[in-house]
């Protein structure tokens, strides 16, 4: 299953978690690293392949515990900049699951509605139930990511959705919800290019908008947002990772090997019928 | 792309709509027909696949449609009796896309709050938005289907529902929503090979309860509330298909080419972008 001998004791959730309390120092991690892994493409392709079929079952049998009253349900929650790959993620992630068992959920722009409430409505009214996967492109921590960047609210209000964030998921992990939070870490350069391929297929023209420069002007105070989010809320009940996201299938290798080892974790097993067997074959067969 | 010479040509939604104000018979609709298909089940495996990727790109060419004000969206409602295999299409269907653009939503026994509205509210409030696919495992057609077989509501409240549901469908139509309505159609003998399949399992027991037996003896019953469901409300503007689906690679090909045939006509368009490309370029080069 993982990437060299001894694999099976890799824990890749230890390498890129950041630890709570450390200060993050983004510049310190090079987003076209490959940690916990050794090889190349193609090993890793294969390797995030036979990873989806231990997710596929991993997740049927978190599905299947719910129907007998396991409350046990998974979050993961993917942030970064623009072109950082969290839509591409998204799709090669939920390529490995049963997508009916998966609740996902792309947070934009607020409408006036979500503005009139406190920001952790939104989110809060799709999260996944039990025995789901739920999966969000962009969060709640836009609202100290964006909001902040562009000072759409005072400083005063922003600072304190820190512990907010961290209450309200530690009541959520408490109740039983398994948090993977996911930063994709890209660089300037990498940024560069796939804006750049944006522009020169006209069939991609339509993702693109020239706020996306506007935007990229402002990476400085982007990274100094998220390390400052990132250390701020990367707790004990749910940590961040970092996963460097430069390379797009050491990207979807790392995100499966941290859900297949969060699920592995949890281990949901499939419940006993609580019904006779021989009985109910007996009447299938005699109508 | 199609089965045989000459598919590109082939309407399968000609073959399996059931026509507007005929009467539908199911008994002389054999499970295990495979209309508009000839050969075997890799042949038919093999057809799905290539189906796929052409379905990929057109829904990104519905959902990017919509980023520039194309309101269309479509909605796949599957119906048909238990293990008649409408969350394996689902899994298959969703296969194709990418799942951030789909709207997945299985309806179970409606809950208090549901049950306090009218029946078609709880369908209403999870519609597909612009650009996106809805996929209904389940519908409002159970309030004209297992309400009616077990006498949940009176005769003269689901009666009604016949032309409440034709109007709203046509109002959705009307609006832009594109229906590609599926009757799984499964023999009284196949359900028992599955449901039998099941039991030999022990874990597949978490999906089988006794009650299934209940409900397959009540199959004549289901099978006349179906017939008048399909011939009331098989419309121009949301017509029923109905698709044998004793074999599951027939079935997984026959709505992914209903889904096919009706997004190639819709033809929706990428976009052209409103912005100065060489503009844009200049502007990623020089920072």
């Known amino acids: 299953m993982g990437s060299k001998p001894g694999a099976d004791d890799l824990s890749l959730r230890a390498l890129l978690r950041l630890e709570p309390g450390a200060p993050v120092d983004l510049a310190a991690h090079p987003p076209d690293a490959m940690p ?7 090993r890793g392709i294969d ?13 049927e049998r978190l599905y299947a515990a719910s129907s007998a009253g396991d409350r046990r349900r998974v979050l993961l929650v993917l942030q970064g900049m623009d072109t950082s790959g969290k839509g591409g993620t998204v799709k090669h992630v939920v390529g490995h699951f049963n997508p009916a068992g998966c ?3 792309a947070f934009k722009t ?5 503005r009139g409430h406190h920001f952790l409505w939104r989110v809060g009214n799709v999260l996944p139930g039990a025995g789901e996967i739920g999966i969000f492109d962009r969060s709640h921590y836009e609202d100290v990511l964006v909001v902040r960047v562009h000072g759409l609210v005072p400083r005063s209000v922003w600072s304190r959705r820190f512990d907010e964030i961290n209450a309200w998921e530690r009541a959520l992990a408490d109740d039983g919800v398994a948090f993977v939070k996911v930063f994709l870490h890209i660089g300037f350069e990498e940024q560069r290019r796939r804006l750049l391929a944006r ?3 006209p069939h991609k023209h339509w993702k693109f908008s020239p706020s996306d420069i506007a935007e990229r002007e402002l990476w400085p105070g982007y990274q100094r947002a998220y390390a400052e989010a990132l250390t701020r809320c990367s707790t004990e009940a749910a940590p961040w990772y970092l996963v460097p996201a430069n390379r797009k299938w050491y990207r979807n290798w790392a995100v499966s090997r941290l859900l297949f080892e969060q699920l592995r974790e949890l281990d949901p097993q499939y419940p006993a019928g609580d019904f006779d067997v021989a009985r109910s074959r007996a009447r299938l067969l005699a109508e």
Chains 1, 2 share one sequence.
């Not at 916990?36 to 193609?42: L, S, W």
């Not at 390797?47 to 997740?59: I, M």
């Not at 607020?110 to 979500?114: A, G, N, Y």
């Open 103 to 105: 609740r996902i959920r």
């Open 199 to 201: 522009l020169d297929r």
């Open 36 to 42: 916990g892994f050794e090889g190349g493409k193609q």
């Open 110 to 114: 607020p409408t006036p509605e979500e």
């Open 47 to 59: 390797e995030t392949a036979a990873l989806g079929k231990e997710l596929a079952t991993l997740q």
